[in-house]
């Protein structure tokens, strides 16, 4: 069982370039979330999709867009990389938002942008 | 504005003690809360939850404690153990809400 799946695992960017990170889950789930992780701060929600064709801003949006492929894949798209994007990004998936179920992340990807 | 309140950030504990990591929120319509665990380059886990309606939840050396009322909660690592060090992170969310606010993580070190 794959689970979450994230590509790449890590990559260096210079400042303006795009990219997009990949996710995949295999589990089914309704509802994708992309997250970054910065030395403390936490985890802080950047985009979430609650179903397939829906996406939904979350806490830190800005310079970022998503894009729910299909049920399985949720991508992730920086248009004009900047340092300040910096990041550890997790991909994670559940079956419903809001209730007492189970997030469940990927391995993340390092981010380093010069 | 941070919705759940973590601490502390780090925490060091000789093996077979007790740590205690402890988390706020304001929010009263939170009603789930999880605990979620990370080890270096991996992604978090889910390793407990509680909903308010219980003030405490036990799931071998790991333990929730809730208090409603001053809206706290915490996790309790009895006999911690050296693979116990990870970072920690609270976090909550609503049944009728759109996320989970996550803390700002604890990192545990236990010395064997």
């Known amino acids: 069982n794959a689970g979450v799946t994230q590509t790449p695992k890590f990559q260096v960017l210079k400042t303006g370039q795009s990219m997009t990170l990949q996710c995949a889950q295999d589990m089914n789930h309704n509802s994708m979330y992309w997250y970054r992780q910065d030395p403390g701060m936490g985890l802080r929600l950047i985009y979430y999709s609650a179903s397939e064709g829906t996406t939904d801003k979350g806490e830190v949006p800005n310079g970022y867009n998503v894009s729910r492929l299909n049920k399985r894949e949720f991508s992730l798209r920086l248009e004009s990389a900047a340092p300040s994007q910096t990041s550890v990004y997790f991909c994670a998936s559940s079956e419903l938002w809001g209730i007492d179920t189970e997030a469940f992340f990927g391995q993340g990807t390092r981010l380093t942008v010069v | 504005q941070q919705q759940v309140k973590q601490s502390p950030q780090s925490l060091i504990v000789q093996k077979g003690g007790i740590s205690i990591i402890n988390c706020a929120y304001e929010n009263t319509a939170f009603d789930y809360f999880p605990w979620y665990q990370q080890f270096p380059g991996k992604g978090p886990a889910l390793l407990i939850a509680?909903?308010?309606?219980?003030s405490e939840k036990k799931e071998g050396r790991f333990t929730i404690s809730f208090n409603k009322s001053a809206k706290q909660f915490s996790l309790h690592i009895m006999d911690s153990q050296p693979g116990d060090s990870a970072t920690y992170f609270c976090a909550a969310s609503s049944y009728t809400g759109n996320q989970f606010y996550f803390g700002t993580g604890t990192s545990l070190t236990v010395i064997p």
């Open positions: 509680i909903r308010p309606d219980v």
